[in-house]
């Protein structure tokens, strides 16, 4: 697991390494990834419900 003290050395290596001025912009297309993954993989769950029910009805 992950503590708190390890969360602070990781936060402290990507400010060397970045800068102050680049962490808004990382962080919103960090922001911006996560929320079009998110989107994906509910479309992808909606249309395998979809199969599935139409799968269900050739069945019946």
Do not use: H, Q
């Amino acid at each position: 697991m992950v503590g708190v003290p390890e969360l602070v050395w990781i936060f402290l290596i990507i400010l060397l390494l970045f800068g102050a001025k680049k962490l808004p912009d990382l962080a919103a297309g960090l922001g911006k990834g996560i929320r079009e993954f998110k989107k994906a993989a509910s479309e992808v769950e909606e249309s395998a419900k979809i199969e599935d029910s139409a799968t269900e009805k050739k069945g019946e």
